[in-house]
């Protein structure tokens, strides 16, 4: 056998390794962008469960969100500033969803129940005089979403509670 044989088959089980060891990084890659979406619907949903566990466990806030419902008017000076963290809390929370969808981290068929609840839980007058004046601290992105929302009555379409 001569060297340049040699060679021929030295590139062959090279290229052969190169060929078998990109193959495994791209079973690697999938598998570790399923368990980074998996992880991330996961962290998602225990999140915005919180909301949902405040309220459940709280009747003092289950109170100030049907008192809420009527507007912000109705509410004392503490029960406004307990509404507008609430408030803040949730929507962060759910831009937070908006975002990893925009960053595919997650697929937009695994959003849609978070997106129509928020848009469910904004129906009624305390939340969106809360949101007219809120909404400045959040992503434009989101924003327009939700102000889009509202303007084609997305929102009334859905209920919660």
């Known amino acids: 056998m001569n060297w340049e044989a040699i060679g021929a088959i030295g590139e062959l089980i090279g290229a052969v390794a190169v060929v078998t060891t990109l193959a495994y990084l791209a079973i690697q890659l999938r598998q570790n962008t399923r368990a980074m979406r998996s992880s991330t619907f996961q962290e998602l949903g225990t999140t915005t469960a919180k909301n949902m566990e405040m309220i459940a466990s709280d009747p003092q806030l289950v109170n100030l969100m049907h008192k809420a419902r009527t507007g912000l008017s109705s509410l004392t000076d503490q029960e406004r500033i307990q509404f507008g ?26 959003t849609s129940g978070f997106k129509s609840a928020a848009l469910a839980s904004m129906n009624h007058s305390g939340f969106r005089e809360w ?8 992503n434009d992105e989101f924003v327009s979403w939700i102000d889009t929302s509202f303007e084609t009555g997305a929102y009334k379409q859905l209920h919660i509670g």
């Open 85 to 110: 963290a609430f408030a803040h809390c949730s929507m962060r929370r759910i831009e937070t969803v908006y975002v990893q969808e925009l960053l595919e981290a997650i697929e937009p068929r695994f």
């Open 131 to 138: 949101w007219k004046m809120s909404r400045a601290s959040f």
